[in-house]
């Protein structure tokens, strides 16, 4: 069973740039994949149209067999994203902001309260219920993320640039969380600028330049050839 699949998928902006010219991947389930390329190269606008945040121009994306145009509900309930930008309220509680989240997935108070505890105590963030997320450093607030976008048990990590921007040992410490979530089963699929963080976290690897899938291979024979 993939955890992904996208078939011929293309997408020309409004202003008829194209951003994806026909990619074609397979991610496996419980595979922790790296999506590698430099600025430009479409990665976010990928990750857009997977997660429903864009519309493809054309082509083709299945999330663990439900095809994201016939079935974008139960495709949707199996992705979690962790977007780039720290977007929550940040005069809400950590708490808050996950169990909130929890409540847009229609879950039952009980339910989302345990979900809630399960995803904070998950990210070293249980202590920090309390906190207003705007006092928090930068890597806590990029757990808070990634514990807001795994609340409904989500099949489907997309992490996009988690680590952007944080200092190496907050770095190394967040490695650590994200491979205990694949070890539990999550299928994981993470953008990056670092090659050293896709090295250290993932098995299979796709670079992406200008629109096209240029590499799609596995990280050892990549890290071979380097
Ligand atoms: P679509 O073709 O999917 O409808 P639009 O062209 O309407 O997308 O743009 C959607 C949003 O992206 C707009 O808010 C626009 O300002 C923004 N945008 C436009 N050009 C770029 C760009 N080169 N990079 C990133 N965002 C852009
Ligand atoms: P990456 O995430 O790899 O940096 P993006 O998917 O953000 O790449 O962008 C790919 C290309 O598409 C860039 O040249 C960007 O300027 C352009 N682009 C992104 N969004 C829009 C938009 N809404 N309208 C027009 N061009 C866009």
């Known amino acids: 069973m993939h955890a992904l699949s996208l078939r011929n998928l293309t997408k020309t902006y409004n202003n008829g740039f194209q951003a994806l010219k026909g990619i074609d991947l397979d991610v496996e389930a419980g595979d922790f994949f790296a999506l590698l390329g430099p600025n430009g190269a479409g990665k976010s606008s990928a990750i857009g149209i997977i997660s429903s945040l864009v519309n493809p121009t054309s082509g083709s994306v299945s999330v663990f067999g ?51 505890e399960i995803c904070l105590k998950q ?48 770095r190394r410490a967040m490695w650590k969380l994200m491979k205990e979530v694949n070890e539990q089963g999550t299928t994981i699929i993470l953008t990056t600028h670092y090659l050293e963080e896709a090295e250290s976290l993932c098995r299979n690897i796709a670079i992406i330049d200008q629109g096209r899938i240029v590499e799609n291979t ?9």
């Open 66 to 116: 439900h095809d994201l145009k016939r079935e974008r509900d139960k495709a949707k309930s199996c992705i979690g994203l962790v977007p780039q930008e720290v977007n929550f309220n940040q005069f809400d509680t950590v708490k808050a902001i996950v169990f909130n989240q929890a409540g847009y997935y229609g879950m039952p108070r009980k339910l989302a309260l345990q979900r809630t």
């Open 218 to 226: 596995d990280m050892a024979s990549l890290l071979a050839r380097l």
């Open 123 to 170: 990210m070293d963030l249980w202590d920090k219920r309390d906190s207003i997320s705007r006092r928090l450093s930068g890597g806590m607030k990029r757990r808070v993320m990634i514990a807001r976008a795994m609340v409904h048990d989500p099949k489907l990590l997309i992490l996009d640039e988690p680590t952007a921007g944080v200092d190496i040992e907050i």
